[in-house]
């Protein structure tokens, strides 16, 4: 991965674990690209790097914890979220940041995801969405088309998938957007604005996995692959998440599709910890 | 004050800051004592999703320098055991309550049992030690979870606090000393900068200083294996070190670590081992084995992992047996067996779970022993 240089000029190497280079992901794969996008919206965003963590579940797109020079957790299947959310009731200065891949957040970290949007914690959860188990060799996952083939699903898959943006918003999400890897520019600015964004954030990042999905469904490879994502996509901010649902070679709307406000999690909670002291300050008086 | 109060009364004291649990008999109150009492004193309080979102976000706490816990029973015990693993690989300091119902499954929800003493040990996958403490009333719950504390700063490691349905809903008197803060431990932390510093290059006891996140260490953690860089290595020899270290500085630490307690063990032919609440009723059988002439003892294990062996062994060159009583169908036993060595029996006496043991039906093994 060559770092990309941020709006200003300035190269987002100096986020980057270079003693950790190079990376394990296939050539034509979309998340390193996803990768550089957020370590430019650092700089875009102006967030301090000292009070940034990034967070990982597992596969593929879990390395990326491992390959930021920011204080960066590789946790469990699925469980990158309630991780993200200790650091954060923890320490309410941090920045937060999940990455990870849709197996891990939707499949088996599903729960964590909507219970997360609903408290509305102040975190950005990054999916990047390949539409299939990269890292195990390809097995279907709860985001592939039906109809699509994976290793698991020879004959074509028999289960609709989830919507990924509305998914989010349904569940009280601030900030959801959808975009392929080849819309760098959108990504890096949506995800300066998540970062920003008071509340829960979710972007999906639409990426070709060529060596498993891409083979199965005869899509284009290398360079291709993703100007195919990009050639299929449809920017249409505002839209009703409920329409952004993807089809087997169908088109994929794209764009900012909630940008809201709603009180967050910290703001409820400090509410109900200033009753706490009230009452004790009370107690006391008597 | 009944044990789950004293239990969360014992955890502000020992400044523990966050709490996430998720609902389950017989530990709830554990849970709303916090909530009560964390907003109070600065801290925070939250129901998570699930057992397994419990767990994380007090490894997360944790990770934000906060001292964190959690309290359960049996099925979310079962639930967390993936991240407890998680806490181990990434030696992160935090307490774990089990208020120990009867299983397997859901069992008796509202009834006691002893039975997830080996899980404690062994429940997560991988080859690893942790840290156990068994209390066996509500006065021994506010103690051993200030040492729970202690010992999971100290060691950078999840420490099970394992009660148990009686001792956590009986309520008798609890003595809550001031607890100064000489009494607290703390992780230790680092010396270097953060160009110097190596996440997991551990001092001398074999535990490394802890960077927590916000600090501007900008470190790496992961589950997977790793080096002092804390960067994954996929190797046999990476793998040696770290899972070398992460038992030895468990192991080599044990004499800092074990505690137990004995009461008139000095002459004693017949040795009682139990934990928990079945200490209260051994030693009741071993006054009535005494008066009947039989020299009985008494050993209550206070630290159930690492075991302690040594005292095991040394027991078993002048006893000639130890009872074991288990609202289980053995586990503890079989770790006294061992280390008894064939040179005294061990002898479990079982009990499913619902209820304790009566005293009589320990001191009919005592006396079975004896013959």
């Known amino acids: 991965m060559t770092a990309n240089l941020n709006a200003e000029g300035r190269s987002t190497e100096r986020y980057l674990r270079q003693d950790r280079l190079p990376h394990i992901w296939c050539s034509g794969c979309g998340i390193g690209i996803a990768l550089d996008a957020f370590l430019r919206a650092i700089d875009r965003a102006d967030i301090d790097p000292d009070k940034l963590s990034v967070v990982s579940g597992i596969g593929c797109s879990g390395r990326a914890a491992g390959y930021v020079k920011l204080d960066s957790f590789h946790t469990t299947h699925g469980r990158a979220i309630p991780f993200a959310t200790g650091l954060l009731l923890g320490n309410p200065e941090l920045n937060v940041v999940v990455f990870s891949g849709d197996g891990d957040l939707i499949a088996i970290g599903g729960n964590h995801l909507i219970h997360a949007a609903r408290r509305n914690i102040d975190m950005t959860v990054i999916c990047v969405n390949n539409f299939n188990y990269g890292m195990t060799g390809g097995q279907v996952g709860p985001t592939a088309p039906l109809d699509a083939r994976t290793t698991t699903t020879p004959y074509g898959n028999f289960e609709p998938p989830f919507n990924l943006p509305y998914l989010a918003s349904a569940s009280g999400a601030s900030y959801v957007a959808r975009w392929t890897v080849l819309h760098a520019r959108e990504l890096e600015r949506s995800m300066a604005e998540a970062m920003t964004k008071p509340g829960f954030s979710f972007i999906e990042v639409i990426s070709p996995c060529p060596v498993v999905y891409g083979r199965m469904n005869k899509e284009p490879k290398g360079l291709d692959s993703m100007h195919y994502y990009q050639e299929r996509s449809v920017i249409r901010d505002g839209t009703d998440p409920k329409e952004a649902n993807i089809e087997l070679n169908g088109p994929i709307l794209v764009g900012k599709f909630v940008d809201i406000q709603r009180p967050t999690l910290w703001d409820n909670l400090r509410h109900v910890s200033n009753k706490a002291r009230e009452k004790v300050r009370a107690q006391a008086k008597v | ?371």
């Not at chain 2, 404690?120 to 509500?138: C, D, F, K, N």
């Not at chain 2, 950078?156 to 956590?168: A, C, K, Y």
Request: aromatic share 6%; glycine share 8%; charged share 20%.
């Open chain 2, 1 to 371: 004050m009944n044990g789950d109060l004293a239990c969360a009364e014992a955890a502000i004291s020992a400044g523990c800051r966050f709490f996430a649990g998720y609902p389950i008999t017989p530990a709830s109150e554990t849970a709303e004592r916090m909530s009560i009492r964390l907003p109070q004193v600065g801290g925070v309080y939250i129901q998570m999703e699930d057992e397994f979102a419990s767990m994380n976000a007090v490894l997360g706490a944790s990770w934000a320098g906060v001292k964190a816990m959690t309290a359960t029973s049996g099925p979310g015990f079962s639930l967390m055991m993936e991240n407890i693993g998680l806490g181990v690989m990434l030696e992160t300091p935090c307490v774990v309550v089990n208020i120990q119902r009867a299983g397997p499954s859901t069992g008796l929800p509202t009834m006691v049992g002893q039975g997830d003493m080996m899980q404690a040990r062994w429940g997560s996958h991988g080859s690893y030690e942790i840290i156990a403490l068994a209390p066996s009333s509500p006065q021994d719950i506010f103690d051993l979870t200030i040492l729970a504390f202690n010992l999971s700063e100290k060691y950078r490691v999840p420490v099970l606090v394992m009660s148990d349905e009686v001792v956590g809903h009986m309520s008798e008197k609890v003595t809550m000393p001031r607890v100064a803060p000489e009494d607290l431990i703390h992780r230790p932390r680092p010396h270097l900068g953060p160009e110097e510093y190596l996440p997991y290059k551990a001092n001398a006891d074999l535990v490394p200083p802890m960077a927590v996140a916000g600090e501007g260490y900008h470190f790496h953690v992961t589950g997977l294996t790793h080096d002092e860089r804390g960067y994954p290595v996929m190797t046999a020899e990476a793998q040696d070190r770290l899972v070398r270290r992460l038992a030895d500085k468990i192991r080599f630490n044990k004499h800092d670590i074990i505690r137990y307690k004995e009461f008139q063990v000095e002459d004693a032919d017949i040795v009682v081992c139990a934990y928990g609440i079945s200490v209260r009723i051994a030693q009741l059988a071993v006054r009535m084995a005494r008066d009947e002439g039989i020299r009985a003892g008494l050993l209550q294990l206070i630290t159930v992992w690492p075991f302690p062996e040594e005292r095991i062994r040394e027991l078993s060159l002048q006893a000639k047996a130890f009872i074991v009583p288990e609202i289980n169908y053995g586990q503890i036993v079989l770790e006294v067996e061992r280390c008894a060595g064939g040179r005294a029996k061990a002898i479990l006496v079982p009990h499913m779970g619902g209820s304790v043991h009566s005293p009589q039906t320990i001191l009919e093994a005592i006396r079975e022993a004896e013959l």
